[in-house]
């Protein structure tokens, strides 16, 4: 991300708060099907704060960002193709054009959260919601809780998180005239199909369970390896790169391990 931030952070009614404004511009390189996906967003603003008392510390965001353009040859063939459907045949043809083309879509972003930190025992919890008009990038719900506990200089810790989209995002296939010929029935019939599986694979259903140990090793050096688990519900992929058509209307089930070493190089 390409863009400036402020922070202000001072002692508050016996706590200390902490304040951060963040704005600029970025560009995320994803997968979409087969195919490259490059999204450009655009007028991103991030306001956050953190409010620290005791033990326990509140947390809350908002980000607001406009999707400028996207690179992805299948999904604009699709957005043209829908745009050239004349409404008598396909009245909901211009809805999805126009959900599926970049401009003048917003998305935002709103979370708070609430950690714990005493002794041993450390518990983190998070609920947020986006809201989007981008069929790409539906509205959905996030969640999670962690749980962690020191031991020595080993942090052993485990988390439940789920995303489900807000609403469902509907697909009304055109009620074609039986006397349509068929060089103009054939194409619009391939774009609902294009169309009703675009759908599909933006909707987001899943819930994850995770495990890991983090080993403070020094100053310098950290392990870190984790083990998650997710539980893809059927047309609830959006977030994972699920090739095959018929493998969306069903359940997944995804394995990961990571192990990370991070060094921290001290200045000469």
């Known amino acids: 991300m390409d863009g400036v931030d402020i922070e202000y952070s001072d002692n508050f009614y016996g706590g200390f708060l902490q304040l951060k404004l963040a704005a600029g511009h970025t560009t995320t390189k994803l997968r979409f099907g087969t195919e490259p996906f490059t999204i450009n967003f655009n007028d991103i603003l991030t306001i956050s704060a953190a409010y620290q008392v005791g033990d326990f510390t509140l947390r809350a965001s908002d980000s607001f960002s406009d999707v400028k353009s996207f690179e992805a040859d299948e999904l604009q063939q699709l957005q043209q193709g829908l745009s050239m459907i004349p409404t008598e045949l396909w009245p909901q043809a211009k809805y999805y054009a126009d959900g599926i083309a970049a401009k003048p879509h917003e998305i935002s972003y ?10 041993n025992w450390i518990v983190q919890t998070e609920v947020g919601k986006s809201q989007s008009s981008w069929l790409t990038a539906p509205s959905n719900y996030s969640a999670y809780v962690s749980i962690g506990y020191r031991l020595n200089d080993i942090t052993y810790y485990s988390s439940l998180a789920l995303v489900k ?3 469902s995002l509907e697909f009304l296939a055109p009620q074609l005239p039986d006397a349509l010929p068929a060089e103009i029935r054939v194409p619009i019939q ?3 199909a294009g169309t ?6 933006s909707t987001t ?3 994850s369970v995770s495990i890991g140990a983090k080993w403070h090793y020094s100053e310098q050096l950290v392990f870190k390896a984790q083990a998650d688990h997710f539980n893809i519900d059927p047309y609830g992929g959006g977030l994972w790169d699920i090739e095959a058509p018929e493998d969306i209307a069903s359940s997944q089930q995804v ?5 990370v070493l991070a060094w921290c190089f001290d200045r000469a």
């Open 110 to 119: 709103s979370a708070v959260g609430l950690a714990y930190d005493h002794a």
């Open 205 to 207: 259903e899943q819930q």
């Open 196 to 201: 009703e599986l675009t759908l599909q694979r």
């Open 190 to 192: 391939q774009i609902a």
């Open 255 to 259: 394995i990961l391990s990571v192990s």
């Open 165 to 167: 989209n807000r609403r």
